[in-house]
């Protein structure tokens, strides 16, 4: 299996409900990312995971809350958003963090409409 | 990491060489250059990656310089699956935070 799996893949949501994104990977990769994408723009790093521990957090509002419950999940808990928050959501796994000589396998992405 | 410069844009036939060009004066001895696209609706892809020799892979060459301060990401025959942005990016080993961070890319168009 050489496939990040993203669930759900479109997903509207109003401004007071809380929703979570899912991401799944079964490489045995130990680093895994949340990036947010707007319309024209090049991926945005939101979140960096390493051995199910945060690693870095980019300075990303509160209403957007990560988890990596195990080696092979990672989670993107939504709540309170505003319209400006929608756009598409990607994950992506890598071997390791201290590994730059290998390449990031990303997912097709949760395209999120906040209405 | 450092730096990366690439054109806004390209064009190409289909069934031509593609060359995509990016310009990295500041890179450290320890930087990897990576290569990824993004297809439209789609999250971006790995294409190829090289440290110092020229890589070879099933999708694309990489051809590095041997300053290493730019190098070329060559698509040998252009085809319409290949309309992408092409995205250039130094991985840093020492220290390595895992960010792997996306400058504005190259779009590329082909034309049948």
């Known amino acids: 299996d050489t496939e990040v799996t993203q669930t759900p893949k479109h997903l509207v949501m109003g401004m007071t409900n809380k929703k979570s994104l899912k991401c799944e990977q079964h490489m045995g990769h130990r680093a895994m990312y949340w990036y947010k994408q707007k319309a024209k723009k090049p991926p945005e790093l939101m979140f960096v995971y390493s051995y199910e521990k945060l690693s870095i957090n980019e300075s990303v509002p509160s209403r957007f809350s990560p988890e990596c419950p195990n080696s092979s999940l990672l989670n993107l808990h939504l709540h309170a958003l505003q319209p400006e928050d929608s756009a598409l959501y990607l994950c992506a796994s890598s071997q390791e963090l201290r590994k730059a000589g290998y390449g990031y396998t990303f997912g097709s992405g949760t395209r999120l409409t906040v209405v | 990491d450092a730096k990366t410069t690439q054109p806004n844009s390209m064009e190409s036939n289909e069934e031509e060489p593609v060359h995509l060009p990016c310009n990295h004066s500041t890179i450290s001895g320890t930087d990897y250059i990576h290569w990824y696209r993004q297809l439209p609706s789609q999250g971006p892809e790995y294409v190829i990656h090289?440290?110092?020799s020229n890589v070879n892979n099933r999708m694309a060459s990489l051809a590095i310089a041997e300053d290493r301060k730019s190098s070329t990401l060559i698509l040998h025959r252009a085809t319409l699956r290949d309309a992408a942005v092409y995205y250039c990016i130094l991985k840093s080993l020492p220290g390595n935070t895992g960010k792997l961070i996306f400058g504005q890319g190259t779009t590329l168009q082909v034309k049948p």
């Open positions: 090289g440290l110092t």
